[in-house]
């Protein structure tokens, strides 16, 4: 009698489906009416002849990004605190946001740091020693400037230091 059964399961298969799973395209989603600027294409085309449609950037808002400034603003920072000018302080190189300036201090040639660390600039030198200083600074972004105080300096001063983008026409 099972074998019987098993003989009649290919028949039935097909059966129950059809039964406990209606037709799918009833279900199925239709596809959306295309957007007003794209062109009515047909539905079999491949994917390679599809246009692609990227957004209108909004050229009213104008793209600031800050860490283009940064150097600079180790640089006039460096010259703050040594009571020096910033073009004294030569770029050297970055590596991951770790500014290495070159200048005459002293004596000598030495090196000096600049590390962005979040909302500050971390300054230390070979020739300073242990010493490090911290110098918070704020972006400004309507006005496309970072701006910091330098309080501590060795020539005993506050200085107000900034570097903005160069305005476009």
Not at 50 to 71: A, C, Q, R, S, Y
Not at 129 to 149: H, L, M, S, Y
């Amino acid at each position: 009698m099972m074998r019987h059964a098993a003989s009649r399961l290919p028949i039935l298969l097909p059966l129950l489906a059809v039964l406990l799973f209606p037709a799918c395209r009833l279900h199925a989603q239709q596809p959306q009416p295309p957007a007003g600027n794209m062109p009515d294409l047909p539905p079999d085309s491949p994917a390679k002849d599809l246009p692609i449609v990227l957004p209108v950037p909004d050229f009213e808002e104008t793209m600031f990004d800050p860490e283009g400034l940064l150097g600079c603003l180790c640089q006039k920072a460096l010259g703050a605190v040594t009571c020096k000018p910033a073009y004294e302080y030569n770029l050297v190189r970055t590596v991951n946001f770790v500014y290495l300036f070159n200048s005459f201090y002293g004596s000598a040639s030495q090196d000096f740091y600049c590390h962005v660390d979040g909302d500050h600039l971390l300054l230390s030198s070979t020739a300073w020693g242990k010493i490090r200083i911290a110098v918070p600074f704020e972006t400004d972004k309507k006005n496309q400037c970072v701006k910091a105080t330098v309080r501590s300096s060795m020539c005993d001063r506050a200085t107000a230091i900034s570097c903005c983008e160069k305005k476009r026409k």
